[in-house]
């Protein structure tokens, strides 16, 4: 029986965690009203997360092409399956989409 491998693993959940800093760290940062130095400070630190988070995304999208995924249950429906394909697909996008956004759609902090 296939499993993911370490690598793999460590990858997922430290991007995992990333994301979530990321995602926190925007949501206090717009809440902090006129540009002070502590707003840029994590203007900074949120755009180092986000292209973290890409270049994590390229070598786990790397990775995964040198060791795929375990196949899913033999049990499993087949309307499971190919919505698990789904959302693993959409959870990629993502995941690259969202960083590439934030530089391109940069924007001094207000």
């Known amino acids: 029986m296939r499993k993911y491998t370490l690598t793999a693993i460590a990858l997922h959940w430290?991007?995992?965690?990333l994301i979530i800093s990321a995602?926190?760290?925007g949501l206090?940062?717009?809440d902090i009203p006129g540009l002070t130095p502590t707003k840029l400070k994590y203007f900074s630190w949120h755009k180092w997360l986000g292209v973290t988070v890409f270049a994590l995304a390229c070598l786990r999208m790397l990775w995964s092409i040198r060791h795929p995924a375990p196949p899913h249950p033999?049990?499993?429906a087949n309307w499971q399956k190919q919505a698990a394909r789904v959302s693993h697909g959409l959870m990629?996008?993502?995941i690259f989409f969202v960083p590439l956004s934030g530089c391109l759609l940069y924007t001094s902090p207000s």
Do not use: E, K, R
């Not at 430290?14 to 965690?17: D, F, G, K």
């Open 14 to 17: 430290l991007m995992a965690m």
């Open 74 to 76: 033999g049990n499993m």
């Open 92 to 94: 990629y996008f993502l």
């Open 23 to 25: 995602f926190l760290l």
């Open 28 to 30: 206090t940062m717009v």
